[in-house]
């Protein structure tokens, strides 16, 4: 059974750091490159960015370059969306997908608030 699970969210501060996890099961988790989109209140789904399979490379959305950090140990079979300066904009239910070839999986999404 495939499974992606996240883990982490909550509601934060604006200025507070915030670490998401991706924990996957049921699949060959080393030969999927890993995505993390977001979808805001009233907003459509967006690519927030995307690691390759070993790593190497990453890819970030423009608004959160610099700020938020992917990475993945897939010893542990595990992504990481590291956050930080987090902004009110940045409230989102957060999904981790897995993409390899014709395949790809969604995570159930996570709820991350930033507020006062």
């Known amino acids: 059974q495939v499974q992606l699970v996240e883990s982490g969210g909550g509601l934060v501060q604006p200025g507070d750091s915030l670490r998401l996890s991706c924990a996957a099961s049921?699949?060959?988790?080393?030969?999927?490159?890993m995505h993390w989109y977001r979808q805001g209140p009233g907003k459509k789904r967006e690519l927030v960015g995307v690691?390759?399979?070993?790593?190497?490379?990453?890819i970030y959305l423009d608004p959160v370059k610099g700020r938020f950090t992917i990475s993945r140990d897939n010893a542990k079979n595990t992504a990481y969306l590291q956050m930080s300066s987090l902004n009110p904009e940045a409230t989102a239910v957060y999904y981790c997908?897995?993409?390899?070839?014709?395949?790809?999986?969604w995570g159930q999404g996570i709820q991350v608030t930033v507020s006062s």
């Open positions: 997908h897995a993409r390899h070839s014709v395949y790809d999986y």
């Open positions: 049921g699949f060959t988790f080393r030969d999927y490159a």
């Open positions: 690691i390759t399979t070993t790593g190497s490379s990453t």
